[in-house]
């Protein structure tokens, strides 16, 4: 991390990047992603955790005692998305990566990450293979495909982008403390004309929780918080913008068949059905 012992940063120069750690309640994963951090190949770079208005005597403690090189700022309670903003507003580096207290990054992803955006402008985030522990096992592959992101997730949330990125789009909307925040700030980069690469290897290790957001929160919801995402985005699923966009990105996971499958599914049921058959899908998927 960013001091002059770890990480060889002085006071006079800036960290190349800034990890973010939005905390609400999750003093307990802490010591853990301290450590991972640590372990990274590139040190250049400050750590940044947000309290979102913890309430946890034991995450109090831990918060109140943390390393004299991570930068702690705090705020009331407003979500996800307000407090990823909150530390990017406050980050040095010119390079942001959000990082939730229960994940954690492989040693060489920040070294490979910044390589990759130093060595070519065009490239505005990277991202890699997500490993999962936890409620899910296993390795999943992340790509960048326009047509795909439309339709499903592909990309981690714990993108290594230019924080100019992460400013020309507004950042993430507070708004959306349901979840979903991540695919809807991914297809506003994307939609801006960002341009990501994979690192392809699972250099993201994601924590699944049985009772977390992903498996029993954000997927039950997925018909209505899809449809945000569509009315908040409509001239992307527009039939020409569709067909057009399909042939830039190239072959990926989602047919046009498929697509159209999906949309007119989510047209015809009610937002309750249309999610629990996708929850069902993810819940067989991760057996």
């Given amino acids: 991390m960013s001091s002059p012992d770890s990480a060889g940063a002085t006071p006079q120069t800036s960290p190349a990047v800034s990890v973010v750690v939005p905390c609400w309640n999750a003093g307990q994963f802490l010591d853990g992603l301290f450590e991972c951090l640590d372990k990274q190949t590139f040190e250049n770079f400050e750590v940044i955790v947000v309290d979102d208005g913890s309430t946890e005597p034991e995450t109090l403690k831990t918060l109140s005692a943390l390393p004299a090189s991570v930068r702690l700022v705090r705020q009331e309670n407003r979500g996800l998305p307000s407090a990823r903003n909150t530390g990017f507003r406050s980050a040095k580096g010119e390079f942001v990566l959000p990082l939730d207290c229960d994940d954690r990054i492989q040693p060489e992803f920040l070294a490979l990450g910044v390589a990759t955006l130093e060595a070519n402008r065009s490239i505005d985030f990277v991202f890699s293979h997500m490993l999962l522990t936890g409620a899910r096992q296993g390795v999943v592959e992340r790509s960048f495909n326009p047509f795909d992101q439309l339709f499903l997730n592909q990309l981690p949330y714990a993108l290594l982008m230019r924080k100019a990125a992460w400013e020309r789009v507004g950042g993430y909307d507070e708004s959306m403390t349901g979840g979903y925040e991540d695919w809807d700030f991914n297809m506003r980069l994307i939609r801006s004309g960002s341009v990501g690469q994979s690192l392809k290897a699972p250099l993201f290790v994601y924590r699944v929780a049985g009772d977390g957001m992903l498996l029993q929160k954000s997927a039950r919801r997925h018909g209505e918080l899809w449809r945000r995402i569509r009315n908040k985005h409509p001239q992307a699923y527009r039939l020409s913008r569709l067909m057009q966009l399909r042939r830039e990105s190239g ?31 993810l819940a067989s998927r991760a057996r």
Wanted: charged letters at 15%.
């Fill in 251 to 281: 072959p990926g996971k989602v047919s046009l068949t498929v697509a159209a499958a999906l949309l007119t599914s989510a047209l015809l049921l009610p937002d309750r059905i249309f999610g629990a058959l996708f929850h069902r899908a």
